[in-house]
C-alpha cells in the first residue's frame, strides 16, 4: 500500500463499511477513548513515515508521472501472457456454483 494513494483509498473504501458492520454486529463493549485514540495515532504515525518520502519527492519533482497501460483483453485469454489459468478458473467457477453456505457453513454473519 505504501506505493501509491490508489491501493490506500480502495482499502479505505473497503475497510469503512466493513468496520461499519463489525460495529453494528459486534457492538462496541469496554472500547476506552484512550484506546482508540492510540489507534489513530498510531495509524497515522505509519501512513506519514510510509508516505512522507513519496510526497517530498513528487513535490520536488523527481517522480515523474507515467502513462497509465491497460492490457488487451486478448492477453488475459487462454493462451495469452497473463491467462490466470485453468485452476483459477476452476475455482472460481466453483464458487459461484456451491455459493456461500455450502463453503463456509459455521462461518457467522450475514450470510
Request: no cysteine; net charge positive; charged share 10%.
Amino acid at each position: 500500500m505504501g506505493g501509491s494513494f490508489y491501493p490506500l483509498l480502495s482499502a479505505a473504501f473497503l475497510a469503512l463499511p466493513l468496520g461499519v458492520w463489525f460495529l453494528l454486529q459486534h457492538g462496541v463493549r469496554k472500547l476506552r477513548v484512550a484506546q482508540l485514540a492510540l489507534v489513530v495515532a498510531v495509524t497515522a504515525s505509519v501512513a506519514w513515515v510510509v508516505f512522507h518520502p513519496y510526497l517530498e519527492l513528487r513535490s520536488s519533482g523527481m517522480l515523474s508521472s507515467r502513462p497509465q497501460m491497460f492490457f488487451a483483453f486478448v492477453r488475459l485469454m487462454p493462451g495469452g501472457d497473463f491467462f490466470p489459468g485453468w485452476v483459477m478458473i476452476g475455482l472460481a467457477a466453483a464458487g459461484l456454483a456451491f455459493g456461500r453456505k455450502a463453503a463456509v457453513a459455521g462461518l457467522g454473519g450475514d450470510l
